[in-house]
């Protein structure tokens, strides 16, 4: 199913939940349950129609987010700014350093991010034309997405400086909490090969650092033992940050300068993710307590 193009922020809800539906029967392969939804990934649909925490577009837009970060934990903790461009005319590409990373305020980082490791090995006017023509249009961006928090964010792009300057980036530890206690970890050991090109595996692991035998989509597994020597540090911030969400995913990256937080998300691939094996959907949506089974 391609992107929408209309402006989901202003279809009724009645509408975008049917759209919802459809695509998560086209994606998932069984029905969405929203009315009494048992699946991690129903969980997140139904988050994304219903929930309407006001601290969340602060959180969710990535320039923003460092100032929440700040407040809670104090400076050193988010990668440093070198520049913010607010509109397509302040792009430029040719007054960036080697070494750092171009990204959208409210995408995903495989289609609104750009890490440049030398700047003569970019097309820089090609850069700079999709940068323009795409990382400002919220149609494109997270911003027309099913995630209502997204709706009021205005498109920038960031530059940051990189907290690692091998050639393979950052390993990143991304923690899934529920109630503000960090259940299981996500493990990505870098992300680029030699040539610069996005190339990486992952695995899921206990706290305690024991593979979890599930995977999602075609994604290769990391059989790595994560290496970190943060982990009691990371799991410290992930409770502090996630005790006043039902869930959230606390998100670290560990490079040689350290560890620093990358974001905190609250739909984990927008609740399309296929679990191997599927019990696993069950099980973690356990763990998950919306306001609606409350009720």
């Known amino acids: 199913m391609g992107r929408i193009m209309d402006d989901i922020s202003k279809w009724p809800i009645e509408k975008r939940r049917s759209k ?32 309407n925490d006001p601290r969340l577009p602060q959180i969710v837009d990535k320039l923003t987010f460092k100032q929440y970060i700040r ?3 104090g400076e050193g903790y988010t990668a440093p700014i070198i520049d913010v461009w607010h509109n397509s005319d302040d792009v430029d590409l040719r007054a960036i350093p080697d070494n750092c990373i171009v990204k959208s305020n409210c995408g995903s980082d495989t289609n609104f991010c750009l890490r440049v ?3 003569n090995d970019i097309d820089i006017d ?14 494109l961006l997270n911003t027309n997405s099913f995630a209502s928090w997204y709706y009021n964010i205005k ?9 690692d300057d091998t050639l393979g980036g950052p390993d990143d530890y991304k923690f899934y909490c529920f109630d ?15 040539n610069g090109v996005r190339d990486f595996s992952e695995g899921y692991y206990t706290t305690d650092m024991k593979l979890l035998d599930v995977h999602y989509g075609n994604h290769k597994i990391n059989y790595n ?52 094996p599927e019990e696993f959907d069950y099980e973690w949506g356990e763990l998950w307590h919306i ?3 409350n009720q």
């Open 180 to 194: 503000g206690e960090p259940h299981f970890m996500l493990y990505i050991e870098g992300r680029f090969d030699e």
């Open 20 to 51: 919802l539906e459809d695509i998560y029967l086209e994606r998932m392969g069984v029905p969405l349950n929203l009315d009494h939804p048992k699946r991690f990934t129903e969980k997140q649909q139904w988050r994304k129609l219903y929930e």
């Open 225 to 276: 033992t994560p290496k970190t020597r943060h982990m009691e540090k990371m799991l410290e911030i992930s409770r502090l940050l996630s005790k006043d969400f039902s869930f959230v995913r606390v998100d670290f990256m560990e490079g040689e300068k350290g560890i620093f937080l990358s974001e905190m998300t609250f739909t984990h691939s927008s609740g399309f993710a296929k679990y191997v």
């Open 291 to 293: 306001p609606q089974e």
């Open 71 to 73: 407040e809670r934990l």
């Open 117 to 119: 490791f030398d700047k």
């Open 155 to 163: 498109p920038c792009v960031i530059v940051e400086g990189l907290i």
């Open 126 to 139: 090609v850069a700079e034309k999709n940068i323009k023509e795409s990382w400002f249009d919220r149609k």
